[in-house]
């Protein structure tokens, strides 16, 4: 088991580190997360506004969350295509540590939401899908799965996700935060911060990890859903997780190893080797270039202004400008 004296002798992780962990006495395992200065950095790069800025720092808590857990080379990305101010949220992590996001929003839209104080995610991002992908390369089959936006919080649509598609028992708690304080010149500066935890249910005995069907649509109104009983373990995971405050994920002060003790100590919780994660976009002047080499030449005179033609990344805003010659030869 790990305790305080235990973890003050290994360290903490602190920000930008995902920590796995085991409670042995519960069957469970899972990942924790804080990011401080490479949420802060993407987020700051865009200056997006404060509701779009803490969806999208959930959406990237929950990819490296998961991202981190795969065993190959490839990418892990978790998308939003909504019909709601916010229509898109994107979190694209590379194997083994990089991460890239942006959100797209509509302006007049969102600020017609803010007037009118509707602001929970639902109301944000509106009807549509999240998407989890996994793509191995250009010789493996990618594999996507899709689920509803219809949760009110990302937790519970990633909840909705493990539970249809996984069929692995999981709980995911996500929160994001603005830290504020005095900068050199005593001007006020923030910063954003967010954390998370993903526990998973996995005994050695498969039966234990069943859980009840989901029914095929609605039920006609003679037909009762059937009770299932959960696993008593499992449904102890469930209430520890329960307990645990939007603060705690995101203050700096408690820190993941410290908030898993909190949790898990009288179970068994031990720590594992964290894995670190950083802002870092694939972009290149060579992949933006090979993707105007594909342009026919009637699409790339449309590209052409101010006798250039100009790219912008979507993700950290680097901008590319071409000749337009090199393409029209």
């Not at 990302?154 to 935060?177: G, K, M, N």
């Amino acid at each position: 088991m790990t305790d305080e004296m235990t973890l003050g002798e290994i360290g903490f992780a602190g920000d930008d580190q995902v920590v796995p962990f085991q409670v042995e006495g519960l069957d469970a395992r899972g990942r924790a997360v804080q990011l401080g200065p490479m949420l802060d950095a993407i987020l700051a790069r865009h200056d997006y506004p404060e509701p779009v800025a803490r969806l999208l720092a959930e959406a990237v808590t929950l990819t490296v969350l998961l991202g981190t857990s795969l065993k190959f080379t490839g990418k892990f990305i978790v998308q939003t295509q909504g019909d709601g101010p916010v229509d898109m949220l994107v979190a694209d992590f590379t194997t083994p540590d990089s991460l890239r996001a942006y959100a797209r929003y509509d302006e007049r839209a969102l600020a017609e939401a803010v007037a009118q104080d509707l602001l929970e995610p639902q109301d944000l991002l509106g009807s549509g899908i999240l998407a989890f992908t996994i793509d191995q390369g250009a010789h493996m089959q990618r594999y996507q799965g899709i689920v509803e936006l219809n949760g009110s919080t990302l937790e519970e649509i990633a909840r909705a996700y493990f539970r249809q598609s996984e069929q692995i028992p999981t709980e995911v708690r996500l929160a994001a935060a603005q830290l504020y304080g005095a900068g050199e010149g005593g001007e006020r500066e923030h910063q954003w911060r967010a954390g998370g935890v993903v526990l998973q249910f996995l005994p050695e005995s498969p039966e234990r990890m069943r859980q009840a069907d989901l029914p095929g649509g609605d039920l006609p109104e003679d037909v009762e859903e059937i009770d299932f009983e959960e696993d008593e373990e499992w449904l102890e995971a469930k209430a520890l997780m329960e307990t645990i405050a939007d603060d705690e994920l995101a203050d700096p002060q408690v820190g993941s190893e410290r908030l898993l003790y909190r949790l898990f100590h009288e179970r068994g919780v031990r720590v594992f080797e964290p894995v670190a994660v950083r802002d870092s976009c694939s972009c290149s002047r060579d992949k933006i270039k090979a993707v105007l080499d594909g342009l026919e030449k009637e699409e790339i005179a449309e590209s052409v202004e101010d006798g250039k033609i100009s790219v912008k990344c979507e993700f950290c805003s680097a901008n590319y400008t071409f000749d337009p010659s090199e393409f029209l030869e």
